[in-house]
């Protein structure tokens, strides 16, 4: 296979702000394995919560170059073996799997959830994110985007009155992301009074590694808790299982598409409700993440959604938020930008 790496800045379409950071670019590193006259496509992105740089990760893929290229096939389970024994972090595994996932599937010319055995039927609705801001800007990025279910990021001293003003201007499924910012006895109080505003379920409440408080939270909490900076790789899956009621996996996160699929079984196994999520992803990472629409039960798939301008075509999310998935093999990814 040969490798290809090529850095690109993603601009949002609206300052996206969460409890502890804002921003107007997302940094993307989108990663092609060429082939059979075929190209395959995958993406990670750039975090400062967990570290992680788009010049981070090109150093850490260049050293693995010569092992990636030499590979003889395009088996996503036994490449995926390689990226581990080559000890690349999860975020740069997530971009050369879904490289080698996209590539696999076009050149056996099936669509990656057909090769897994699943149907492209019943899909569940991405969400909407609405970035924390004040309540007038909020109200008019839903004015914006009309949506059947919002992802309501909060994390202020005033969630509650934030999301009941935001509730007199929709009817809405809403569904609310404090990213660590609550504690026990917050959630508790704040999760009562959301559920008779309609909200679904809380995500990430307490600080991913507040187990102690969780525990607390999961035997009172009257809306379902979904675990996010709490279930990071595949090993965080058996502890979430008795502290959440849900796990929303992240690609770039827990290494891509190969290790979501055993997160996802593994949840199941454990009762848990299965979301996948995206970190403001382009088509490249969304389409990813659409090949496993027909295993989950929510998905935030929402990240090209947000932005000002695309770099590929994949799948494609109409203005009714229906999905339509490409017809073409693997992820059915297709660059637009130059790159």
């Not at 300052?15 to 997302?26: A, H, K, N």
């Not at 900076?229 to 770039?252: A, P, W, Y």
Request: charged share 25%; proline share 5%.
């Amino acid at each position: 296979m040969k490798l290809t790496l090529h850095a690109h800045q993603l601009e949002l379409a609206h300052t996206f702000g969460i409890s502890r950071e804002r921003y107007d670019r997302q940094p993307t590193l989108i990663a092609c394995l060429e082939s059979g006259g075929k190209k395959g496509y995958g993406e990670a992105t750039s975090n400062p919560y967990y570290g992680v740089t788009v010049e981070g990760l090109i150093k850490e893929i260049e050293k693995a170059r010569s092992a990636v290229e030499a590979f003889p096939n395009t088996d996503p389970e036994a490449f995926y073996e390689l990226l581990e024994n080559l000890e690349l972090t999860p975020f740069a595994r997530c971009a050369l799997d879904l490289a080698c996932n996209d590539l696999h599937g076009k050149l056996l010319g099936k669509p990656l959830y057909a090769i897994w055995g699943t149907a492209a039927r019943d899909l569940p609705v991405t969400n909407f994110t609405i970035g924390l801001d004040t309540p007038e800007k909020m109200v008019a990025k839903m004015q914006e985007r009309p949506w059947p279910v919002y992802k309501i990021k909060l994390g202020t001293d005033r969630d509650v009155a934030l999301v009941r003003e935001l509730r007199q201007h929709t009817d809405a499924v809403f569904r609310v992301d404090a990213n660590c910012a609550w504690t026990a006895g917050e959630t508790l109080d704040n999760a009562r009074a959301l559920k008779e505003l309609g909200v679904e379920f809380i995500e990430q409440p307490l600080p991913a590694d507040d187990w102690e408080g969780m525990e607390q939270v999961a035997h009172g909490s009257v809306l379902p808790i979904i675990a996010d900076e709490s279930c990071i790789v595949e090993s965080d899956v058996d502890r979430c299982g008795l502290h959440f009621n849900g796990i929303n996996i992240k690609l770039t996160k827990c290494g891509g598409l190969t290790p979501a699929r055993r997160m996802i079984r593994r949840g199941r196994e454990l009762g848990l409700k299965i979301m996948v999520g995206c970190m403001t992803e382009s088509t490249v990472g969304i389409s990813a993440i659409a090949q496993l629409l027909p295993q989950l039960d929510y998905v935030d798939m929402d990240g090209a959604l947000l932005l000002r301008s695309d770099i590929a075509r994949g799948v494609v999310i109409t203005d009714d938020a229906e999905v339509i998935l490409p017809e073409t093999g693997g992820s059915g990814v297709v660059l637009t930008a130059d790159l």
